[in-house]
């Protein structure tokens, strides 16, 4: 039997960046991952740095992400690029929307400029004419977010850490079973996105399954990562599924082409009918897209809690058992805060933003 | 456009050309697609400068010009339904249903990664024939022929009757090897007598055993290469290099449909009973893609699952001898040519061996799982999605390829993304 | 060898007659033009020949990351290569 300080299962970012953080800290760190690193919706993602504004507790958790990211803005595997995030705006009642949304984001410390109709088309020419103007979020960037996962779990495993290519078998009092019978002892924290049902049942979570297309390179056709201002409506509305107007820059010159949230299906087959929405979406504000190739299309699940907060925190009722999952779309943003939120609490210390929104109390009886 | 075919036959290469015929014999409505713009396949594949031998242009008449078949070039597979492809051309994407579908979707080359195969000048043996009949300039260049198996011969006389100045056929199979196979081939006459046709259009041109190319030189293209054969190493400047090392079916269509597959060494071939008919009741294949034969065993199975897959299972009954016959020449083939322990040591740590992200051999070391070393290095994320980088590793023994998505090949966005290509019931928005 | 119409069409602006159903690969190898760049920069040019390796894509029509093998020529096609 082996004893460690943190038992970390998962190694996605955000089990990725627990594991690299605590052994940071100087805790015997064991992870345990079946996969490869990064290998579930950590490789789905799109990899966008963003800050979203539409629940406080949320935009706290992405402000104090994004500024522990920029510790890896010059880590060449992590390809962090810094296109800036430009919102778009297809009408006067989204235009009308942006004053308070960029006054939210000032407020949490984000800078941001209003974009006229004239300036989105010299940012942007490739966009469809008749779009309202914009916002634009100049510091966000985007980054690959296997690799970056895989450097985390790589430097941890350097302080000493020890990685378990094993499933885990069962939660213990004090500890897990692996399922080749391995018995590891100490505090575990469970960071296994939508596989948290199966270790956890008693927090509630669902997968929202997503499609992602990329296309063949083509250098500066868009220059941000792009996204309509309704996207909100479609991340966060419970509609059975929904697809928004989700484009990215790959540093490669490939285009990235979000997104679409679907409930209700839990296979990782692609959906032609699904792809055909998505893409249909994109064309209204990038028709230029419509003659490119895609290269490939893969999806990947979204662990969703009923409030869409992350679990991050103590598991009531438990014995030395930690989470951190349930970050829907964000968690590639979220991974870095999420982990000083849960490590910080473990280690008894003060965290840096107040962390009762993401207790997982909230939705235990 | 959506169009419903009784039998649609993917592919417009001896296979299916065979069953297209096949097919409308027994009254069916027949779709025939390739990727290509001209029918014929690779083996009769068109020629701008050269008239087809006679079988050829028979073939490819007698399925082309029969009024039930739709003849649709240049169009590509991108995704399946059940029942139904999703395909593309130039202009459009469209929805071709089908009560039954031929995979006759053939074979590539096998292309093995050694140092300087990046250069400019250097194509795959096949590569080397189909670019030549596409127009592309060889009267006058100097060519050298390398690589495995009989294809190096076919490839040495296209070039030759394009003008090029053959410097050699290098085949890495030892001497013994290629003896006995040449012995064995009285068993199979027409083969006999097309072997010695191409020797007789190859007079003078020397053919060495038992010969493997170490590297490709030059800078920002091919000038030199440098050869191991029995009596030591030497270099041989010339223009272009021509190398592959034999065929590999051409499996995704067939893995997105859900096929059943079995592997012949590192590479997929699609398993058929004596009908061609594959695990799904509608899914015939045949030809190359059921592991490599040659031409006449793709036409006698292309004619077994044409006529099968109209229900005219008598017909096919009959040519039964003639497939059995035609696939043991297929064994001897693969039982005399294996691949020498050189050509598998021949990549250096510092070869590429994606070529579409350009991804070392070195690069990947440390991985274990293709899944792990793809997300890592991007090898085969490319747009080749794969195809020539999963077979040399499979080849190689390092990893072996995952599962099939769609788009089957690079597709247009519009296509996807049309709203008049899917089942009008499916339409959510 | 046949009687063969020819086609004219410009590859990075210069002219090249071919034979009609000839490939762009053809055309663009008849002027003695390279193909395009790898990611990293080095020259790539045809290797499959049958649209397998992607190694040839060039602008044909206004349209990036075409394969010239796999595209017959027509009269004054525009093609550009290596951007």
Redesign the interface.
């Known amino acids: 039997m082996k004893t460690y300080d943190l038992i970390v299962v998962g190694a996605g970012i955000v089990g990725a960046a627990c594991a690299d953080y605590a052994s940071a800290e100087g805790l015997r760190v064991a992870i345990v991952e079946p996969g490869p690193v990064g290998g579930g919706a950590t490789a789905a993602a799109m990899g966008h740095l963003v800050a979203m504004d539409d629940d406080p507790a949320e935009l706290a958790l992405s402000r104090y992400s994004l500024e522990l990211w920029e510790s890896l803005s010059n880590l060449p595997q992590a390809e962090f690029s810094r296109c800036g995030t430009l919102w778009v705006a297809s009408n006067e009642r989204e235009l009308a929307s942006i004053p308070a949304k960029r006054a939210r984001l000032a407020a949490a410390g984000v800078e941001t400029e209003a974009i006229d109709s004239d300036t989105l088309y010299r940012l942007e020419p490739a966009l469809a004419p008749g779009l309202a103007g914009g916002m634009r979020v100049p510091g966000e960037a985007v980054v690959y977010p296997p690799a970056v996962a895989r450097h985390l779990v790589d430097r941890a495993v350097e302080r000493g850490a020890r990685m378990y290519s094993r499933r885990v078998a069962h939660i213990e009092y004090g500890g897990v079973r692996l399922d080749d019978d391995t018995r590891l002892q100490g505090p575990a924290l469970i960071a296994t996105g939508c596989a948290l049902a199966q270790l956890l049942p008693t927090l509630p979570l669902r997968a929202r399954k997503g499609h992602l297309v990329i296309t063949d390179r083509h250098p500066g056709l868009v220059h941000h990562q792009l996204l309509e201002l309704g996207y909100a409506d479609s991340a966060h509305g419970d509609a059975d599924s929904s697809v928004a107007f989700n484009v990215q820059p790959r540093p490669t010159g490939q285009i990235l082409i979000g997104s679409s949230r679907e409930f209700g299906s839990s296979t990782p087959e692609v959906s032609l009918p699904m792809v055909r929405r998505m893409l249909a979406r994109s064309f209204r504000f990038l028709p230029a897209l419509r003659q490119l190739d895609a290269l490939r299309i893969w999806t990947g699940f979204r662990p969703v809690s009923p409030d869409g907060r992350p679990y991050l925190g103590r598991v009531p009722h438990e014995h030395q058992l930690w989470v951190a999952a349930g970050h829907e779309g964000l968690g590639i943003t979220t991974s870095l805060g999420s982990a000083r939120l849960v490590v910080d609490q473990l280690l008894g210390r003060a965290t840096a933003i107040d962390a009762s929104p993401y207790d997982p109390a909230r939705v235990v009886a | 456009m959506n169009e419903y075919y009784d039998v649609l036959v993917v592919g417009a290469g001896p296979a299916g050309l065979a069953a297209a015929q096949a097919a409308t014999s027994h009254g069916a409505r027949v779709g025939l697609i390739d ?4 029918a014929g396949g ?1 083996v009769w594949r ?1 020629d ?4 087809a031998p006679s079988l050829a242009r028979r073939s490819i008449g007698g399925a082309l010009t029969h009024s039930r078949v739709d003849w649709l070039a ?1 169009t590509q597979v991108v ?1 399946v ?1 059940t029942g139904s492809l ?1 395909v593309e051309d130039p202009r459009r994407g469209s929805r071709l249903d089908y009560g039954a579908l031929v995979l006759a979707t053939g074979a ?2 096998l ?1 093995l990664p050694f140092p300087g195969w ?7 043996a ?6 030549a009949k ?4 060889l009267a006058g260049r100097r060519v050298l022929i390398a690589g495995s198996g009989p294809l190096l011969l076919a490839a040495a006389a296209t070039a030759k009757r394009h003008g090029a100045t053959v410097l050699g056929i290098y085949e890495q199979a030892g001497a013994d090897a290629v003896r006995r196979f040449a012995g064995s081939l009285w068993r199979w006459p027409a083969k006999a007598i097309q072997a010695a046709l191409l020797r007789g259009q190859l007079a003078g041109v020397p053919y060495r055993c038992g010969s493997v190319v170490r590297r490709a030189l030059g800078d ?2 091919l000038r030199t290469v440098e050869l191991e054969g029995p009596h030591g190493i030497e270099q041989v400047p010339c223009d272009q290099l021509a190398i592959g090392y034999g065929l590999l079916p051409n499996v995704e269509l067939a893995q997105l449909l859900g096929c059943e597959l079995r592997w012949e060494g590192a590479h997929p071939q699609v398993s058929t009973d004596i009908w061609q008919q594959t695990n799904i009741d509608t899914v015939y294949a045949a030809g190359e893609v059921c592991g490599i034969g040659g031409r006449d065993s793709a036409r006698v199975e292309g004619a077994i699952a044409g006529h099968a897959a109209a229900g005219a299972r008598s017909a096919a009954m009959a040519l039964q001898p003639r497939r059995r016959h035609a696939r043991a020449f297929a064994e001897a083939l693969r039982t005399r040519f294996a691949l020498d322990a050189r050509v598998y040591a021949l990549a250096t740590p510092d070869t590429l061996i994606c ?4 991804v070392a051999l070195s690069d990947m070391d440390g991985y274990t ?1 293709t ?2 070393a793809k ?2 290095t991007r090898c085969g ?5 794969g ?2 980088c999963g077979a040399a590793l499979a080849e190689l023994g390092r990893f072996s390829g995952g599962g099939q ?3 089957l090949f ?5 296509t ?4 008049d ?2 089942p009008l019931a ?4 | 060898m046949n009687a063969i119409s020819s086609i004219r069409l410009f590859v990075d602006d210069q002219p090249v007659d071919v034979p009609a159903g000839a490939s762009v690969a053809a055309a663009i190898a008849t002027l003695g033009i390279s193909f395009r760049r790898s990611v990293s920069g080095q020259w790539r040019a045809p290797l499959c020949g049958m649209g397998v390796c992607f190694e040839c894509r060039v602008r044909i029509d206004g349209i990036a990351q075409q394969r010239a093998c796999m595209c017959p020529v027509h009269d004054g096609m525009r093609v550009s290569t290596h951007e």
Request: hydrophobic share 35%.
């Open positions: 990727a290509q713009a001209t690779q068109h701008v400068r050269h008239a240049r995704a339904e999703f590539r080359e292309l990046t250069l400019p000048g250097v194509t795959g096949g590569g080397l024939q189909a670019l596409q127009g592309w300039p920002s293209t070529r579409c992200e350009d799982d899944r792990s997300l890592a994320m490319g747009a080749c999605q195809r020539i998505r769609p788009p690079p597709a247009r966005l519009s996807l993304g049309d709203t290509f899917f499916t339409i959510e928005e």
